[in-house]
């Protein structure tokens, strides 16, 4: 399981954000919540992460 993308973050990376104006990036469910509220962010939970989601 990789890490979260965000810096200093080290919980376990469980979604893809995809991001239009930048490269895909995985992150744990607490930054994808804050960032998939930014315009044209699409999240997609990873493969197998599930168990992650809270
Ligand atoms: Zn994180």
Redesign the pocket.
């Known amino acids: 399981m990789d890490p979260?993308?965000?810096e200093g973050?080290e919980?376990p990376a469980a979604v893809r954000l995809f991001i239009p104006w930048t490269d895909d990036r995985d992150?744990?469910t607490?930054?994808a919540r804050v960032q998939v509220q930014a315009d044209g962010v699409v999240a997609e939970p990873l493969e197998g992460a599930e168990e992650n989601w809270r």
């Open positions: 979260c993308a965000e973050c919980r992150v744990c607490a930054h």
